[in-house]
Each structure stands twice: as C-alpha cells, then as structure tokens.
C-alpha cells in the first residue's frame, strides 16, 4: 500500500515560526524513495531552512527535470509552486519563469544524470546568465531510476555493484559552476545537515546564481544483468499473480566532523566516501585560490565541502537585462506593446 500524503493533523504544541507557520507546513507527500536515500536528508534541510527562514510557502517555486532526485520536489513545501520538466531541460524552464515573475523564490531540484549529462548545456548557460535562483544537484554519481549505470560525475577508477570499473574522467560540477560564472557555489554531504542548512539558508539570501553540489548516496543499484537477485531475473523466474519490488530499508548515513579536517564515510555497499571541509581561514572570495583548492584535494581523493566561492558583488538577469522592478506576467497589454513607433525604431536599429 502507498501513502501519498501525510494525516492534516497537527500537534497545537508545535512551534511556529515569525510567519505562524510550523515545520509541518513546509513538508510535502511522504517520500517513495528507498528507505535511508540521501535525498531526502536534503528533502528535510531544504524544508528546516525554509522554515527557520520564515518563508511563506506559496512565495516558493520549485522546479525539477527527471530523475530520483527531481522526484524530490513532491517531498517538500507541499503548498508551493511546482513544475516538473523533461530530462535536462529545467534551467531553460525556471530561466522563463523567473523573467515572467521575478518576486518568486526560485528553488532548482536536478541530479547528476539530469544535469551533467543530458542537461549539460542548460546547466552552464544558467550559470553564467546569473538567474537569480538556489540550484540544488543532488549527486550520487548513479543513475538510481535505472539501476547504477555510471553518471558523468562518478570518479575515474570507480566501482560500479559487479566491480567493473569506471574508465571515464568524470565532471566536476563545481568545478564547472565556477568557470560558468556562478556568484555562489559550495559543496555539502546529505549526512552533515549542520552543515547543509546553512548553506542552503545562504544560498536562498544570495542574489544571482547560487549552486550547491550535494553527495547523496544511493542505497540500492543493484539491478545489474547477471543478478539472481535482479528485478528482469525474479521476473522471468517466477510464477506470481502480482508483481511486487522490495528493496531492503538502510539507515540513513550520516557524519560529523570539524572544519578543516578528512573523514572516510563507509556506504552501504562498504565502499568509502573520504570528505574534506574547508578550514574557517579559507577565503571563499577568491575565485582561482578555490579552483586550485578544489582541485588540489581532488586529486588526493577528497571531496571538499563548504562555502567554497561567493561574490558580495553578484548581480542576476533582471539587472544585466534591466528589465522593470514590476513582474513581467503583471503587466498589462498597454505596457508590454510601446507601440508602432518604438517597434519601428527597434526594427531600424536591427538592420
């Protein structure tokens, strides 16, 4: 049986925030991720800065492409806007929104399937336009939806579940947000929700293109061919009058460690995750010192999380375009046509 939303009920003790609102406010459906995904310890941070931030729900717009990770909108501010794209192409989709109405809180929900593969080229161009927006990449480094192929961002020398080796060179998101023109990027652990509220928390008061990159490991890709264990083998093996799919619950993984140190993370399947955070003397101004931070720790096998680039002097695409202080879905027809003689000056200026 699956449960699609959560009981109305609330607790009169809960505690509200300076908009009256409790946490419970900000929840969405229960989740029909595997039990113990990373992705919804994000779900939940996402949901504990909104509140804390005292956000009016209906002010938010949260969009997504395909994937586990773009199935996560459904699991938080159930009472917000909500659009959920095709694969790749939500930047080109929260763009428009957010010039037809620029007084929305814009929330971007992808994965690394979504984003570093099929939406590559979307994913940059929203970097470097400076949408005034918080886009969240849940990273796994899997394709969870179809059962553990290698993402463009899993690490060369990577195992997949049959202990074949990944032989590309993957993509650093990061990396690439810096070069694209992002005034806001940092990098957090799904387990390390200290950490990742107030990331996000900065991340929603920013001005212009801000980026987290989120390791979130996936608890169950072992759907591989061979398997006797595998969904098409069980299949084809067995007699049943109803098709039924059980994944075993994990526990969700978490971790805790100080500023400027290393911690190897065991996963589910016992392979390590080594994270590095940034010390409190790192200098998150410094665009060239943050790549060759990053790039220095990634090459030791670290994964370097925190604050790493911020501009206090970034911009968005409504003043780099200069467009009307007014939502543009709110103007009337008298104000978005100037009228024969302008058009016939732009016209002019063209040819």
């Known amino acids: 049986m699956t449960y699609l939303a959560k009981p109305k009920l609330r607790h009169p003790a809960l505690s509200a925030n300076a908009r009256g609102f409790t946490r419970r406010d900000y929840e969405g459906r229960i989740s029909t991720l595997c039990a ?20 009016e729900p209906h002010r938010v717009a949260k969009l997504s492409g ?8 459904d699991y938080f501010l159930g009472n917000s806007h909500g659009f959920n794209t095709v694969h790749g192409r ?10 037809a109405n620029r007084d929305l809180l814009y929330l971007g929900v992808s994965g690394d399937g979504d984003s570093a593969s099929i939406g590559l080229g979307q994913f940059a161009h929203l970097m ?14 899997v394709y969870g939806l179809t059962k553990g192929q290698f993402s463009a961002t899993a690490d060369k020398g990577s ?17 690439l947000a810096l070069l694209m023109g992002a005034t806001f990027v940092a990098r957090s652990f799904s387990g390390d929700k200290g950490q990742l509220v107030p990331i996000i928390k900065a991340a929603i008061g920013h001005v212009g293109a801000a980026f987290i990159d989120v390791v979130s490991p996936c608890v169950a890709f072992n759907n591989h061919a061979g398997s006797t264990k595998s969904y098409d083998y069980i299949r084809a093996h067995n007699e049943a009058v109803n098709q039924l799919d059980f994944i075993q619950g994990r526990e969700e993984i978490t971790a805790d460690y100080a500023e400027g140190t290393t911690i190897d993370v065991t996963q589910h399947d016992g392979t390590l995750i080594r ?5 409190t003397d790192y200098d998150p101004t410094n665009k060239v010192a943050a790549m060759n931070y990053i790039q220095s720790h990634q090459a030791l096998g670290e994964v370097v999380t925190g604050l790493l680039y ?16 007014i939502p543009l879905n709110a103007l009337s027809e008298q104000a978005l046509c100037p009228g024969t003689a302008i058009l016939e000056k ?6």
């Open 36 to 55: 113990g995904c990373g992705h919804d310890s994000i779900s939940a941070a996402i949901i504990q800065a909104c509140w804390e931030l005292d956000i």
């Open 128 to 141: 470097r336009r400076g949408v005034n927006m918080v886009y969240i990449l849940e990273n796994n480094g």
């Open 346 to 351: 732009i016209n002019a200026s063209l040819r």
């Open 66 to 73: 395909i994937g586990c990770s773009s199935k996560t909108p």
């Open 310 to 325: 911020v501009d206090n002097q970034s911009s968005d695409l409504h003043r780099n375009l200069n467009t009307v202080d």
């Open 90 to 99: 939500m930047p080109s989709v929260l763009t428009g929104a957010n010039l």
């Open 275 to 279: 994270l590095h955070k940034a010390s």
């Open 159 to 175: 195992a997949s579940k049959k202990g074949v080796a990944n032989t590309d060179s993957p993509i650093d998101t990061v990396s």
